[in-house]
């Protein structure tokens, strides 16, 4: 997971600048509201079930896993109209972030956990999403059926689980050269290690491995692309 720190440092305001100073996206005023209405649905949804850790609901915190969910509109430049799976979805990052910010993504999260998918589905009806539905299923039960398998230009996992594992479980669903995108902290490295042992059995390439710093938002981390061959 990355650091963030006790205190809430960022502001609604210290957000469209962040965005724009490190991963050069300007938020519309559309896009600003969207995120609003989203940090204060997670908030109050955040008082009566488990969304995120209630020590970190501060607006502060939340803005910097918005911050956090972006990085992969700077890891890769991801093309218009792509179908993204984001696998254990739980509060919408980072699938909701990035689906504010680039419209045209088609989206399917995937949650298994029955109160965070009416949480999800909650934030589709509100923020007016197309191009974006929420599954409650467990992954093992998709990778079969025709509708998930091999139809993704990208996979996202963020806080899924070991590097690894992540990857046996999102092959399936991609498409020949469709990519991984795997957020990892920076512990992350025995985990490479073990990959880059069993790489060639995999049918993968390591297409890059990008690492953000962003010291106003307390924020390391690494994001691994895992690129699927045939």
């Known amino acids: 997971m990355f650091h963030v720190k006790t205190k809430g440092i960022i502001s609604e305001k210290e957000f469209k600048k962040l965005v724009k100073t490190h991963l050069d996206i300007t938020l519309s005023l559309r896009s600003q509201k969207k995120f609003m209405l989203y940090l204060n649905e997670l908030r109050s949804w955040n008082r009566r079930i488990n969304l995120i850790s209630r020590k970190k609901d501060k607006p502060g915190d939340i803005y910097c896993h918005f911050v956090d969910s972006l990085l992969a509109l700077k890891a890769f430049q991801i093309p218009e109209f792509s179908r993204i799976l984001d696998l254990g979805s739980g509060s919408g990052f980072p699938a909701i972030p990035l689906k504010i910010i680039r419209g045209d993504l088609d989206i399917t999260m995937i949650e298994s956990i029955r109160k965070k998918v009416l949480f999800l589905k909650k934030m589709i009806e509100l923020l007016k999403f197309e191009g974006m539905a929420i599954y409650q299923k467990r992954l093992e039960e998709l990778q079969h059926l025709s509708e998930f398998n091999g139809r993704f230009d990208f996979v996202t996992a963020k806080a899924f689980g070991k590097l ?12 020949n050269n469709g990519i991984l995108i795997a957020y990892k902290g920076i512990s992350f490295k025995s985990e490479i290690i073990e990959l880059l042992q069993e790489k060639e059995k995999m049918n993968l390439q390591i297409k890059d491995i990008k ?20």
Do not use: C
């Not at 690894?164 to 498409?175: M, V």
């Not at 953000?212 to 307390?218: L, R, V």
């Open 164 to 175: 690894k594992e992540t990857i046996y479980i999102s092959l399936p669903f991609l498409k």
């Open 211 to 230: 690492f953000f710093e962003i010291a106003e938002a307390g924020l390391k981390r690494f994001l691994v692309l895992i690129q699927k061959t045939s």
